[in-house]
C-alpha cells in the first residue's frame, strides 16, 4: 500500500475512533487524539473549546448513541488531511434526542507518525 492509502486509513480509524469514543464516553482517550486547541464548531455556528465539550459529553447533556457512515471522503496533503464524512448520529443534545444528518469536516495533521485532530466543524446535510 503506498503511503498516500496507508494515510487515509489511518486518518478513518483515528476519525472513526474519535466517533466511538463519543459513543463510549471516553473523554481520556479522546485527549490523546484531539490537538491541545481542538475547537468542535456546533451545526448552531457555536465554537466549543474541547475541556467544555468534554465536560457536557461527561455530564451527558451530550449524548452520543450511535452512528451510521453514509459517505466519507479524506484528502491528504503531506502531513496534513482534511476528513469529511456524513454520518447519522443518534444523539442528544441539550435535550433534544433525534438522528442528526451531520456531515463533520475535521482538519488533522501528522505528528511523530500520528494523526492528530486539530478541529472538526459539523453542518447537516
Given at each position: 500500500m503506498d503511503s498516500i492509502e496507508d494515510d487515509k486509513s489511518q486518518v478513518l480509524d483515528v476519525t472513526r475512533q474519535l466517533t466511538q469514543l463519543m459513543i463510549d464516553k471516553n473523554t481520556a482517550?479522546?485527549?490523546k487524539?484531539?490537538?491541545?486547541n481542538f475547537t468542535l464548531t456546533h451545526i448552531t455556528g457555536y465554537v466549543q473549546p474541547k475541556e467544555e465539550w468534554f465536560s457536557e459529553i461527561e455530564s451527558?447533556?451530550?449524548k452520543y448513541y450511535s452512528y451510521k457512515e453514509v459517505k466519507i471522503t479524506v484528502k491528504i496533503d503531506g502531513d496534513k488531511a482534511i476528513f469529511v464524512g456524513q454520518n447519522l448520529l443518534d444523539a442528544r443534545i441539550w435535550?433534544?434526542?433525534?438522528?442528526?444528518?451531520l456531515q463533520q469536516t475535521m482538519q488533522l495533521e501528522k505528528r511523530n507518525g500520528k494523526w492528530i485532530i486539530l478541529k472538526s466543524v459539523a453542518t447537516t446535510f
Open positions: 482517550a479522546m485527549n487524539i484531539l490537538d491541545a451527558e447533556r451530550m435535550g433534544t434526542r433525534n438522528n442528526w444528518r
